[in-house]
């Protein structure tokens, strides 16, 4: 355990720490611990946004699988970026001109139903479970790692310091972790990538002609297949990553932020330069990782390959850029599951407690005392489902969360805002079959069995070779949505014009007859 690590450490849960007393004082009513009153300008939610979606997955998962697997790591780059074209063209305007706090108001803006709104909130804490778990288990693996202490404290500490973050600050301190560990991650990858090119003379193309030589892998470390065997497995994959973000609660959350939709837009354009930036760069992090540090290396310090990106920075940059590179993706972790933990707390206090329960008939401060409340609970499951997790690559938890997403809330987000007939047997439908198949279908993969001891959950041959269930579990979701609607009454068809306009233009029926 050095002193310069510590330093950087101590530092980054200071800085934090500062944020969350400075956000206090601006917290008090219920807009404010959601969406930090609307008041984030483009440039800063685009920041935040970045700082929210560039997990550990990306940080540490990806970096890890591209060393690792060569070109089958970099799918999950090539998903992550794409996804964002969605998001902007179709999602992001009408999700802020229909909604309010959560992507459960968002739907009920068409079905008024408690119903509804409940099966969209298990949705949304389903999701934010386990990409919480993914987030805890780098964590618990990075903190390992950088000061020495066992993985059980490490998830600990971590869920302690996001628990704070939440409680005292709500959205207003999770915006601004996020904007400075986006920017503070932007600097350590750049570091990183100019390091690494330095060692092949600034010249890509030589970079990648060593690299065919450089694992024992040879030319086949830059081919498709290395991993992804099976190319419907390689699609399955792709459609969860390309399609899921659209259906990130936490995400889509971060719409809410912003004063209208032509900032919401101009967030999301931000967002995307900067993402896109990020996951170039992850291909230096990988090839630098396996040429530099070695597979061998990289597997002994932890058998996913989570620790390539920090143990690369040390072999570049000595203890310094080690211990900077640690802190931040400590940093990442802790802004993602603080807006995970928001998120999850939204959906148990505003959709179930607020809207199902007392029927919208809540004061502020109770709304207020409901989401801490439930940011606590939030905390404790997913610490309490991380410590038994350690084994798991967290790009195939975060890879599941994606498919969950794209299964259960993306048909019911399109079908709403495009489709007529859209009914809320259909919403119910599309969401609950989306999800359960999701989850039926992941429980018999390879993630979960595997003949090999160690290699996954249980012991034992999976009756699925599907790693990614989405090619099965997003046509199921759609499909549903489609019979649920059919095969049940119609609704009144001035609901969806009146939800239409307002999607598209952010003008309500009621605005103009006022």
Same mark, same amino acid.
């Given at each position: 355990?050095?002193?310069?690590?510590?330093?950087?450490?101590?530092?980054?849960?200071?800085?934090?720490?500062?944020?969350?007393?400075?956000?206090?004082?601006?917290?008090?009513?219920?807009?404010?611990?959601?969406?930090?009153? $609307?008041?984030?300008? $483009?440039?800063?939610?685009?920041?935040?946004?970045?700082?929210?979606?560039?997990?550990?997955?990306?940080?540490?998962?990806?970096?890890?699988?591209?060393?690792?697997?060569?070109?089958?790591?970099?799918f999950f780059s090539i998903g992550y970026l794409v996804a964002y074209l969605v998001v902007l063209?179709?999602?992001?305007?009408?999700?802020?001109?229909?909604?309010?706090?959560?992507?459960?108001?968002?739907?009920?803006?068409?079905?008024?139903?408690?119903?509804?709104?409940?099966?969209?909130?298990?949705?949304?804490?389903?999701?934010?479970?386990?990409?919480?778990?993914?987030?805890?288990?780098?964590?618990?693996?990075?903190?390992?790692?950088?000061?020495?202490?066992?993985?059980?404290?490490?998830?600990?500490?971590?869920?302690?310091?996001?628990? &704070?973050?939440?409680?005292?600050?709500?959205?207003?301190?999770?915006?601004?972790?996020?904007?400075?560990?986006?920017?503070?991650?932007?600097? $350590?990858?750049?570091?990183?990538?100019?390091?690494?090119?330095?060692?092949?003379?600034?010249?890509?193309?030589?970079?990648?002609?060593?690299?065919?030589?450089?694992?024992?892998?040879?030319?086949?470390?830059?081919?498709?297949?290395?991993?992804?065997?099976?190319?419907?497995?390689?699609?399955?994959?792709?459609?969860?990553?390309?399609?899921?973000?659209a259906g990130l609660p936490h995400i889509l959350m971060r719409f809410f932020t912003v004063k209208?939709?032509?900032?919401?837009?101009?967030?999301?354009?931000?967002?995307?330069?900067?993402?896109? &930036?990020?996951?170039?760069?992850? &291909?230096?992090?990988?090839? $630098?990782?396996?040429?530099?540090?070695?597979?061998?290396?990289?597997?002994?310090?932890?058998?996913?390959?989570?620790?390539?990106?920090?143990?690369?920075?040390?072999?570049?940059?000595?203890?310094?850029?080690?211990?900077?590179?640690?802190?931040?993706?400590?940093?990442?972790?802790?802004?993602?599951?603080?807006?995970?933990?928001?998120?999850?707390?939204?959906?148990?206090?505003?959709?179930?407690?607020?809207?199902?329960?007392?029927?919208?008939?809540?004061?502020?401060?109770?709304?207020?005392?409901?989401?801490?409340?439930?940011?606590?609970?939030?905390?404790?499951?997913? &610490?309490?489902?991380?410590?038994?997790?350690?084994t798991l690559n967290v790009a195939f938890l975060v890879s599941f969360a994606f498919c969950i997403?794209?299964?259960?809330?993306?048909?019911?987000?399109?079908?709403?805002?495009?489709?007529?007939?859209?009914?809320?047997?259909?919403?119910?439908?599309?969401?609950?079959?989306?999800?359960?198949?999701?989850?039926?279908?992941?429980?018999?993969?390879?993630?979960?069995?595997?003949?090999?001891?160690?290699?996954?959950?249980?012991?034992?041959?999976?009756?699925?070779?599907?790693?990614?269930?989405?090619?099965?579990?997003?046509?199921?979701?759609?499909?549903?949505?489609?019979?649920?609607?059919?095969?049940?009454?119609?609704?009144?068809?001035?609901?969806?014009?009146?939800?239409?306009?307002?999607?598209?233009?952010?003008?309500?029926?009621?605005?103009?007859?006022?």
């Amino acid at each position: 355990m050095s002193v310069t690590a510590i330093s950087f450490f101590v530092a980054i849960v200071g800085l934090t720490l500062v944020i969350t007393w400075w956000a206090s004082k601006r917290t008090s009513s219920a807009s404010d611990f959601y969406t930090a009153g $609307g008041g984030l300008t $483009g440039w800063q939610n685009g920041l935040a946004i970045a700082g929210d979606y560039l997990s550990a997955a990306s940080f540490l998962g990806i970096a890890g699988s591209i060393a690792l697997f060569g070109f089958d790591g970099f799918f999950f780059s090539i998903g992550y970026l794409v996804a964002y074209l969605v998001v902007l063209y179709i999602v992001a305007e009408p999700l802020r001109n229909l909604g309010k706090f959560t992507l459960a108001d968002m739907i009920t803006a068409r079905f008024d139903k408690a119903k509804v709104r409940g099966v969209a909130a298990l949705s949304t804490i389903t999701i934010v479970l386990f990409y919480m778990i993914a987030q805890l288990v780098g964590a618990g693996a990075l903190i390992q790692l950088l000061l020495g202490i066992p993985y059980w404290v490490a998830v600990l500490l971590v869920g302690f310091m996001m628990t &704070i973050y939440v409680l005292f600050g709500g959205m207003t301190a999770t915006s601004w972790v996020q904007i400075i560990k986006a920017c503070l991650l932007m600097l $350590g990858t750049v570091i990183i990538s100019f390091l690494v090119l330095a060692k092949f003379d600034f010249n890509i193309l030589t970079m990648f002609s060593e690299m065919k030589t450089a694992t024992a892998n040879g030319e086949a470390y830059l081919n498709p297949g290395l991993k992804y065997t099976n190319g419907l497995d390689t699609i399955s994959m792709l459609v969860a990553l390309v399609l899921g973000t659209a259906g990130l609660p936490h995400i889509l959350m971060r719409f809410f932020t912003v004063k209208d939709a032509k900032t919401a837009r101009s967030s999301v354009i931000w967002a995307t330069w900067i993402v896109g &930036i990020f996951y170039i760069l992850t &291909i230096f992090l990988g090839f $630098g990782a396996a040429a530099f540090v070695g597979l061998d290396d990289i597997v002994a310090a932890n058998a996913a390959g989570n620790m390539a990106a920090p143990l690369l920075a040390e072999a570049l940059g000595g203890d310094i850029l080690f211990s900077f590179v640690c802190a931040v993706a400590f940093a990442t972790i802790l802004a993602v599951v603080a807006g995970l933990v928001l998120s999850g707390a939204s959906a148990l206090s505003h959709d179930i407690y607020g809207q199902i329960i007392k029927k919208g008939k809540v004061t502020e401060k109770e709304q207020v005392m409901a989401a801490r409340i439930g940011s606590i609970a939030i905390a404790v499951v997913s &610490i309490i489902l991380a410590l038994g997790a350690q084994t798991l690559n967290v790009a195939f938890l975060v890879s599941f969360a994606f498919c969950i997403a794209a299964s259960a809330n993306l048909p019911v987000i399109l079908y709403t805002i495009y489709w007529k007939r859209f009914n809320t047997a259909g919403a119910i439908s599309a969401m609950l079959t989306g999800l359960i198949s999701a989850l039926v279908i992941v429980s018999m993969s390879p993630n979960v069995w595997n003949p090999v001891e160690g290699k996954a959950i249980f012991v034992g041959e999976p009756l699925i070779m599907l790693t990614n269930p989405a090619i099965i579990s997003v046509p199921l979701g759609f499909l549903a949505g489609w019979l649920g609607s059919y095969l049940s009454p119609s609704e009144d068809p001035a609901i969806f014009r009146e939800v239409e306009v307002k999607a598209q233009t952010g003008i309500s029926v009621q605005d103009v007859s006022h």
